[in-house]
């Protein structure tokens, strides 16, 4: 419930946009987005119109550079350059999901960019690890899973929208999830039980903004390095991860319905 409050709350405040005290000065985020974009090799156009197409870039840039664990500084480098650009007044007011909405964004893609720089921000902090062969590993599991692991946020966006009352409830297997890709991939032979860990915490961070009420918690002595319900290998080896089912919503008829849950 607490969910479909925000939503109502931030559905009402955009209908008297006019009227909301809002102090994100428009002219230097539009100029501190450029230059993240820029640092990201994104487009200015649409770093902050696509929440999706920025978090594939982030991600992208992430496993890419995953020989060099320089790759990972120089993103977490371009997100403290552009709060320090902003300022901590617009970093409050433009990044915010409301700030976000009075910019034109949906509360749903807005809520995705509040959850992606919680995510960022654990990354680059308590998430952080300089060995080489640990950012190696993280890196190529962004890689080889990068089609599972979106699918699977997807599933837990179209979710928390269409049935909020049931949010924590998506969010532990969006962390769940993740937890098991990261900890039975290119990890799993030195360093599985933090990097399950890791992959737990990125998620639970990235809900946090939107459910505070939920106790889903990542504690690393409590973390079980078995995959689970959530991953299985094909007789290939392959990686497949369980998308839980997803409530979609009819464009033409307006009606709810579910898809079943698959491996993918």
């Given at each position: 419930m607490f969910k479909l409050f925000v939503i109502l709350s931030v559905?009402?405040?955009?209908?008297?946009?006019?009227?909301?005290p809002n102090q994100c000065n428009q002219i230097q985020f539009k100029a501190c987005s450029a230059n993240l974009a820029q640092a990201i090799n994104l487009s200015p156009e649409l770093i902050f119109s696509n929440s999706t197409i920025f978090r594939m870039q982030m991600a992208s840039?992430?496993?890419?550079?995953?020989?060099?664990?320089?790759?990972w500084v120089n993103q977490c480098n371009a997100l403290s350059q552009f709060y320090g650009c902003l300022g901590q007044i617009n970093v409050n007011e433009c990044l915010n999901p409301v700030?976000?909405?009075?910019?034109?964004?949906s509360p749903d893609m807005a809520f995705d960019y509040d959850g992606s720089f919680k995510q960022y921000a654990f990354e680059c902090g308590v998430g952080f690890n300089q060995r080489p062969e640990v950012y190696q590993c993280l890196g190529s599991t962004w890689m080889n899973a990068a089609s599972q692991l979106t699918a699977l946020s997807l599933s837990y966006r179209l979710n928390v929208q269409h049935d909020p009352t049931n949010a924590c409830k998506y969010a532990l297997?969006?962390?769940?999830?993740?937890?098991?890709?990261?900890?039975?991939?290119?990890c799993r032979a030195l360093y599985q039980k933090w990097a399950t860990w890791w992959g737990c915490s990125i998620m639970n961070e990235y809900v946090t903004g939107q459910f505070r009420h939920c106790t889903n918690k990542c504690t690393y002595d409590?973390?079980?390095?078995?995959?689970g319900n959530f991953i299985?290998?094909?007789?290939?080896g392959k990686m497949l991860m369980l998308i839980p089912k997803t409530w979609h919503k009819d464009p033409i008829t307006g009606e709810l319905y579910q898809e079943e849950e698959m491996w993918l």
């Open positions: 559905a009402s405040f955009v209908a008297s946009q006019g009227e909301i840039n992430f496993y890419e550079g995953r020989a060099q664990v320089y790759n700030g976000l909405i009075i910019m034109g964004l297997a969006l962390q769940n999830g993740y937890a098991a890709a990261f900890g039975n991939n290119n409590q973390i079980l390095t078995m995959g299985k290998f094909d007789e290939d």
